[in-house]
């Protein structure tokens, strides 16, 4: 069976640019694994392929969803497996690129298929979280699914919305459910190769990466979108950079305090994306994209039906 490279990484790491690099030696089509490119219209905030990327690699799954709209791990599974059937038909080389966790661990593993019965009780959830906070819902989740809880971060708010609603709509735990459902996983097999820097410059070049967004008018895209009446869609996206800057065209705060939060929030969201990567015991790891780019290329250059 084909093996699919998989390369991943935290944000800011140089995954895009090691597989446009590629691109020059192969006829490479990338399948994206970022849940934030797959957003319309939110584009400099979150650091999607460029025209001139584009150009010179087909980008795949970019620019799909409305702002707001759902996306499932288990439609993202179904999207990707017809995207690398249709390059391998077309002789070309898949390579599925993209740090969301979620994403690749339902493609390589396999999830559990939820039907949205009852559109109603993921809002109501979202409504609880927002008067009373992931602290009250996730100690409820503890009391619910101690398990799902475990591996979930106080914190993440969508994790413990979906939790809890795939109780409410079936009557079991996400746990119950993971251990006798029936799994949608995908036919291929994947190798992950995961880009991981040396912390404190992968954090600069974060921090660099920020202000370059900001300076490309990142404040005037949010400020375009709000204008347009897509406030709380952006908000239900919850996208690192959009939320801290409604913050400051609504005056809460200043663009320095907003551009400060942005470059905490997406340090601290590199960080958690280095951890699960870690603990992916299949893969591959690199501290630069120069070991990265060499090393696929040899595997590359041995695939046949190319």
Request: overall charge neutral.
């Amino acid at each position: 069976m084909l093996e699919i490279p998989v390369i991943c990484g935290p944000t800011g790491s140089g995954k895009t640019s090691v597989a446009v690099e590629l691109a020059g030696y192969f006829p490479l089509e990338v399948v994206s694994a970022d849940s934030r490119q797959m957003i319309k219209y939110l584009d400099i905030g979150t650091a999607k392929p460029t025209r001139a990327e584009q150009e010179k690699v087909p980008f795949h799954l970019i620019d799909i969803v409305e702002p707001g709209e759902r996306y499932t791990a288990y439609r993202f599974i179904e999207d990707a497996e017809e995207i690398i059937e249709k390059t391998i038909c077309q002789r070309k080389i898949p390579v599925v690129v993209g740090g969301t966790g979620l994403y690749l661990k339902a493609l390589t593993e396999g999830v559990v298929k939820i039907d949205n019965k009852d559109a109603s009780i993921r809002e109501k959830l979202e409504s609880e979280m927002d008067t009373k906070g992931a602290e009250k819902m996730y100690a409820r989740l503890e009391q619910i699914d101690s398990l799902e809880a475990a591996a979930i971060h106080p914190n993440n708010k969508v994790r413990i919305v979906r939790a809890l609603e795939i109780f409410y709509l079936t009557g079991k735990t996400k746990s119950e459910l993971v251990a006798n459902g029936t799994y949608k996983k995908s036919k291929y097999d994947f190798q992950y190769f995961c880009l991981i820097p040396e912390r404190q410059k992968l954090y600069q070049v974060i921090d660099d990466r920020v202000d370059l967004m900001v300076n490309c008018g990142l404040p005037g895209e949010v400020k375009s979108l709000v204008d347009k009446g897509l406030e709380k869609n952006i908000k239900n996206a919850n996208v690192i950079g959009y939320n801290e800057m409604i913050d400051y065209i609504n005056g809460i705060c200043s663009l320095e305090e907003a551009v400060n939060q942005i470059k905490q929030n997406t340090r601290r969201y590199a960080k958690r994306q280095i951890t699960w990567f870690r603990h992916q015991v299949s893969a591959r790891y690199f501290p630069n994209k120069s070991g990265l780019t060499e090393e696929l290329k040899a595997i590359l250059s041995k695939i046949d039906y190319v």
